[in-house]
């Protein structure tokens, strides 16, 4: 299969449930912005690869300053995440081959460590269907009745917490997310879509700090996520895989 790597990043949230001043991903974080120390890790890890970001049109914040990649390409964002994808994958219609991999991460994801980034890329690479970092639920799951109140235990048994990025052939991809449109399926993320056609997407075990920065508290947390890893100089790259035995 074609060694060619695409990075997509949808980054054309408001982040409404932050309640800040601007979108989340233009936030300050560790002397950086959110999207910066995100693009920043994905440079470390996959330097050559060739990324394609997507924004709101009217985005009045973004700083092209922050795009370390030698390669990269704005794209226009959409409603949904799903949106943005697929005009990222709409976009690089004739440049990306069938089988090239494409590699979807969330923007407000800012810690994910280069050991995670390079073991999904291994465990992909000769993948034909793809598939995307997970951590295994630690915790109870109760399933609410609506009302406020608990309706039953969920088994947690193979149950995984999907984490991003999630890595799947172009090809493949783009025919995922437009069925998805056709159907009126709602998608939530790139392996549901690939869900509905009927594949398995591969579970690789991710750490449990890539934290995606969703809620105000969350900002903090992922500063000390990120002094933290500095701190260990990444060294923690097998944890993930110690947790899944």
Request: charged share 20%; net charge neutral; glycine share 10%.
């Amino acid at each position: 299969m074609s060694e060619a790597l695409w990075l997509v990043v949808p980054a054309a949230g408001q982040g409404r449930r932050m309640g800040a001043h601007c979108p989340k991903q233009y936030l300050p974080l560790a002397g950086r912005t959110v999207m910066a120390q995100t693009l920043a890790r994905l440079h470390l890890a996959f330097p050559a690869a060739r990324l394609c970001l997507c924004l709101d049109p009217h985005d009045a914040y973004f700083d092209p300053a922050w795009v370390p990649f030698a390669s990269w390409q704005r794209v226009a964002g959409g409603a949904e995440r799903a949106d943005s994808v697929r005009h990222a994958l709409a976009a690089l219609a004739g440049q990306a081959g069938e089988d090239d991999l494409v590699l979807v991460h969330d923007v407000a994801r800012p810690c994910v460590t280069v050991g995670d980034l390079e073991r999904l890329h291994a465990a992909l690479r000769g993948d034909a269907v793809g598939g995307l970092l997970a951590a295994p639920v630690a915790d109870t799951m109760k399933r609410g009745d609506g009302q406020g109140r608990v309706a039953r235990t969920e088994p947690r048994e193979g149950l995984w917490h999907a984490l991003t990025p999630q890595g799947f052939r172009y090809g493949l991809l783009r025919r995922a997310l437009a069925a998805a449109q056709r159907g009126g399926v709602a998608v939530t993320d790139e392996a549901s879509a690939v869900e509905a056609l009927g594949e398995a997407p591969r579970l690789v075990p991710g750490r449990r700090d890539n934290l995606k920065i969703t809620h105000p508290e969350d900002l903090a947390l992922a500063a000390q996520i990120l002094a933290a890893q500095q701190a260990e100089g990444e060294s923690g790259r097998d944890t993930a895989l110690r947790e899944a035995q």
